[in-house]
């Protein structure tokens, strides 16, 4: 039988090997702005020189509470980001303005690196999401004026203002400083070059000129 001493090296080993590997979830210094031109490839941004750094660098006049005009589907998203705000390279954190035209929406989509929290500001919002397979299940809620919902990261979700005579507005903060966003639909129908109708009409189980028609709309993105 190993002695209490081994076992607790064995133990340490453990410890200090899982430390090794894990990822470190937290800024190692106190920011890293991100310096746009620089020719090193990171994940993400590398580092500006903190002697170039001013409050500049955390800052935009971004003019969130002024209202958005809204496309064909009714929403506009106005996402504040590192690409907008340098400073949030490495945090972790980005926010958006949500503009809902009335019956408007902002159509299913995902998030792949972000888990999104959603303030209403005006107006009725229904949301929902669904979780992965195979159960697919929906959690929906109609939100009023000063609700809020998570939605978790990667997951299909949607808003839509059921409301055919007020618009609506709302606020999303998400778990990235550059969450990204999928359109199903777009992503599926307006793919560049389009994947096999073939391929598709087989998926959606329709008839492949129901597919052809589909890839022949203008999928517009509501992203801005």
């Known amino acids: 039988m190993a002695s209490p001493s081994i076992c607790l090296l064995a133990a340490l080993l453990a410890l200090v090997a899982w430390q090794a590997i894990a990822s470190d979830p937290s800024p190692l210094q106190d920011f890293c702005v991100a310096d746009m ?128 005579h007020q618009p609506a507005v709302a606020i999303a903060a998400l778990s990235s400083q550059n969450p990204g966003a999928i359109t199903i639909a777009n992503a599926v129908f307006g793919s560049k070059p389009p994947i096999s109708d073939i391929v598709l009409a087989k998926a959606f189980q329709v008839e492949k000129g129901t597919i052809d028609w589909l890839q022949a709309q203008f999928w517009e993105n509501n992203h801005y």
């Open 37 to 164: 031109h620089s020719p090193v490839l990171v994940n993400g941004f590398a580092c500006l020189d903190p002697k170039y750094v001013n409050a500049d660098h955390f800052f935009k006049a971004a003019m969130l509470d002024t209202p958005r005009k809204t496309n064909k589907i009714g929403s506009n998203v106005t996402l504040v980001n590192v690409m907008q705000i340098p400073g949030l390279n490495t945090l972790g954190i980005s926010i958006a303005r949500i503009d809902y035209a009335p019956l408007g929406q902002n159509p299913p989509h995902t998030h792949p690196r972000a888990t999104e929290i959603l303030t209403v500001l005006e107006g009725t919002l229904y949301v929902g999401f669904v979780t992965s397979n195979p159960n697919n299940t929906l959690f929906s809620k109609v939100l009023n004026k000063g609700d809020v919902f998570v939605f978790p990261q990667g997951l299909i979700h949607f808003q839509f203002n059921p409301n055919p």
